[in-house]
């Protein structure tokens, strides 16, 4: 029996192949190796800041840029080239894409000098890159990303703790916590938080 199922949203992919998996020993199983829309959409959104802008860098370039010109727009490109070899394993372990599926960007050496590893070029293949225009379109048409809105909820989250934390108080005139309490004469032992650079000894020399 062969089966061919086209347009399957990735949930149901993802739950066909555990299937599959489980049935291993009595089928052979093939699965598509190819870059579609979908999957280049989890793997530039999977990436981060600075890789995904190294890999949009390179769509946008028509599936070639120049490593210098990389390099001019991002500085080292080894943390950048890392995270795009490291999202490889890391989809086929999360079930986005199936062992076997290319890397998308490879470098480029310089032939008239091959002991020097040094790249000189980024490539997207040919036939992975309307997969991966069409993500980048996808992309820029809905900016948030499920991460990014987690991660816009959790900053808005930790201001309105600090404004809480300061009360009605503004930057600009709310108390230091070095200062003497309101109501402590300048003679009294008042209570007070101690500096950052405070050894914790009073004048006279004694542990508080």
Not at 21 to 31: G, T
Not at 88 to 116: C, F, H, L
Not at 166 to 191: F, I, K, T, V
């Amino acid at each position: 029996m062969k089966i061919t199922i086209e347009g399957a949203s990735e949930d149901f992919e993802r739950k066909l192949l555990g299937l599959l998996a489980e049935h291993r020993d009595e089928l052979i199983v093939s699965a598509g190796t190819e870059w579609t829309g979908e999957r280049a959409v989890r793997y530039l959104t999977t990436l981060p800041a600075a890789a995904r802008t190294f890999a949009l860098e390179v769509i946008d370039s028509g599936g070639h840029a120049e490593a210098d010109y990389l390099r001019n727009l991002l500085g080292s490109l080894r943390g950048a080239t890392i995270a795009l070899s490291r999202a490889m394993p890391r989809g086929v372990k999360a079930g986005w894409w199936p062992e076997g599926t290319p890397a998308p960007i490879q470098p480029v050496y310089d032939p008239d000098n091959p002991s020097w590893q040094r790249a000189i070029a980024y490539v997207l293949a040919e036939e992975h890159l309307p997969a991966f225009r069409e993500a980048a379109n996808s992309l820029r048409t809905v900016p948030w990303s499920v991460e990014n809105r987690e991660l816009h909820e959790a900053r808005k989250r930790a201001e309105q703790v600090e404004r809480e934390a300061r009360g009605n108080w503004g930057d600009e005139d709310a108390p230091s916590a070095l200062a003497r309490p309101q109501g402590w004469g300048s003679d009294d032992d008042a209570p007070r938080a101690l500096a950052p650079d405070d050894d914790g000894e009073g004048s006279d020399g004694e542990d508080r």
